[in-house]
């Protein structure tokens, strides 16, 4: 079995030793408002993310179907859970224009299909990946359709068991699959984030790169996410975390992006390659401060490992 933890996402190979693939998650924060939609781009460009990630859906699928008369207070008033399921729906004109914006930000953007037609409906376009939802990773034919695309596949973990995680994968191929440790709680509560299963991912899926994808408030456990491993973020991006809708309260405003990638950039620049070696602006200290060179003597040059 191979153990290189490598996926090609569009021009970028994302694994360990390269620069963390971050994600910006717009999810449905748009509301539905193609101008909301423009400008979490430009908010995720400006902060230095690699890509955002949309969710499509065929409401008349994936809403059940004793939900679709169930009237709901929204922004445009009060309507069934089915009409707002399609209010909140781009249409192909919609991500025709999304896909322009993105190339003129020089950004890419994937979405995470909840249905076999909404796969059929994103594959026209030059998409890096497509996303599993948490909530999607038992769907073996959403999953099989995904697999024949022949594009890397990201996949989240939230709600699922080890059993139903291994499923998937093997569904997915293990050799295009890139999963993601993932709670799925919107917020997720700091001690449930369990950022120590980046470790178990990683022994149990050895040819399989690991990300995280996360939910909640904050931005410390992100980054000490990259810390342990992680080689793809996620996080959910809003305008404004008051505004409506059940994911603002969970995602992060462009100010905090902007912390958030400069950190991760930060801290995956920190964590060198593992191999102890003197460095130059060492050198001058260790001149100056040591007075006794010990039994093995120092040398300036660097031995190989």
Not at 20 to 43: S, W
Not at 59 to 86: A, F, K, N, S
Not at 141 to 163: C, F, H, N, W, Y
Not at 250 to 276: F, M, N, W, Y
């Amino acid at each position: 079995m191979t153990t290189v933890r490598m996926r090609q996402l569009g021009d970028r190979e994302v694994g360990p030793g390269r620069p963390v693939y971050v994600t910006g998650e717009i999810g449905i924060n748009h509301n539905g408002d193609l101008h909301n939609a423009f400008a979490l781009i430009d908010a995720a460009a400006a902060a230095g993310c690699d890509a955002v990630k949309f969710q499509k859906r065929t409401p008349e699928i994936c809403v059940p179907r004793d939900q679709w008369g169930i009237e709901r207070d929204t922004p445009w008033g009060r309507m069934t859970y089915l009409d707002y399921r399609h209010k909140v729906e781009f249409d192909a004109d919609d991500y025709h224009a999304i896909d322009q914006h993105c190339r003129k930000r020089g950004i890419d953007w994937f979405a995470s299909p909840w249905d076999v037609p909404s796969v059929d409906f994103l594959e026209p376009y030059d998409v890096p990946a497509h996303k599993v939802a948490s909530a999607c990773l038992t769907d073996d034919d959403l999953l099989r359709r995904l697999r024949e695309t022949g594009k890397t596949i990201v996949a989240s973990t939230g709600m699922s068991t080890p059993q139903q995680i291994r499923h998937a994968v093997e569904v997915l191929g293990s050799d295009r699959v890139l999963l993601c440790h993932t709670t799925s709680t919107y917020p997720a509560p700091t001690n449930e984030l369990n950022l120590r299963m980046l470790g178990t991912l990683e022994r149990e899926y050895p040819n399989v790169p690991i990300g995280y994808s996360g939910h909640e408030t904050g931005l410390q456990t992100t980054v000490a996410a990259v810390a342990l491993g992680a080689v793809f973020i996620e996080r959910h991006i809003t305008l404004d975390r008051a505004m409506w809708g059940s994911d603002q309260a969970a995602s992060v405003e462009p100010q905090g992006l902007q912390r958030l990638v400069r950190d991760i950039r930060t801290v995956e620049a920190s964590l060198g390659d593992g191999v102890k070696q003197v460095y130059e602006g060492e050198k001058a200290a260790m001149k100056k401060l040591r007075r006794v060179p010990g039994q093995v003597a120092e040398s300036m040059e660097q031995q190989p490992a």
